[in-house]
């Protein structure tokens, strides 16, 4: 995949305030690309940046081939941006927000009819096109503004907390819409503090305190910090001559008991992994499951940002 945005030295000061330091970020054409740190970090700032909404101190950005600073019109009308405000006018019904905005998009009628009715059919908010916006909820209105985002079929998508105050079944409305625009090969540049929604949906992380601390694949950021561990549960209890033979086994960098499993430690267990069951069958066990162990994003997290923080 081709590089979609491209930042380099990027710099936000207001004052003597050090909001975003030296940015230097590549995000790829049709990936989900996550953008997680504490509040205060500097997310919201970066995305008002990376959407020419705000100047840089210094530093600069490409975007599909547009120039910060020098195309920011043209990035504005590219670009689609959910900020954490919905930004809605109350007294207009749902339709007529989305045309109004559709409007301003430069969409014309047919377009803007389509587009409209196409996207309140994705939030869910067909049968509701017709209410004011006043009498939404807040999750109604995050949906809303997804849609509003969406409908001039941005090349890149900037999200900024996006279930923040939906139900599950409107959240994961809100996840699929996201692979929806992946499988597009749309680009969706992600701010979330739902870590578990940011291991489901995004490609890439980086990890952000006023500057990228780490940028990597979710795995491989586990793979790193934790390795890769294989539970296997066996029958009847695991004795010792078990886990003697699990680490005589090529492969096995380590292995221990813990409740009742054999807990394993490899660089590439899915070639290892088959020679483990056959050395434990072949010893007399009867194996009972065999999964992996995975850290949970929270705990990478925790452990990458409190290690940077002074």
Known sequence: MGVV??????????????????????????????????????????????????????GTAELAGLRLGRDDARIRGMVGILTEHPGLYERLTAAENLRFFAALYGLD?????????????LMGLWE?????????????????????????EPRIMFLDEPTTGLDPDAARTVREFILALRAEGRTVFLCTHNLDEADRLCDRIAFFKRRVIRIAAPDELRAELYGRTTE?????????????????????????????SILVRTADPLHTNPALVRTLVEGGAEVAFVSERRASLEDVYLRIVEETTP
């Not at 047919?110 to 996207?119: G, L």
């Not at 509701?128 to 001039?152: C, E, N, Y």
């Open 128 to 152: 509701q096109r017709g209410d004011a916006v006043a009498t939404f909820s807040r999750g109604m209105k995050q949906k809303m503004a997804i849609a509003r985002a969406a409908l001039h």
């Open 5 to 58: 945005l491209r930042t380099d030295g990027l710099t936000k000061r207001f004052g003597r305030v050090l909001a975003v330091d030296r940015l230097d970020i590549e995000v790829r054409e049709g990936e989900v690309f996550g953008f997680l740190g504490p509040n205060g970090a500097g997310k919201t700032t970066t995305l008002r940046l990376l959407c020419a909404l705000v100047a840089p101190t210094s």
């Open 109 to 121: 009628t047919a377009t803007a009819s389509a587009q409209v009715e196409r996207f309140l059919r």
């Open 232 to 260: 296997i549960r066996v029958m009847p209890a695991p004795l010792p001559a078990h886990l003697e033979r699990v680490l005589g086994t090529p492969g096995v960098s380590e292995a221990w008991l813990e409740n009742g």
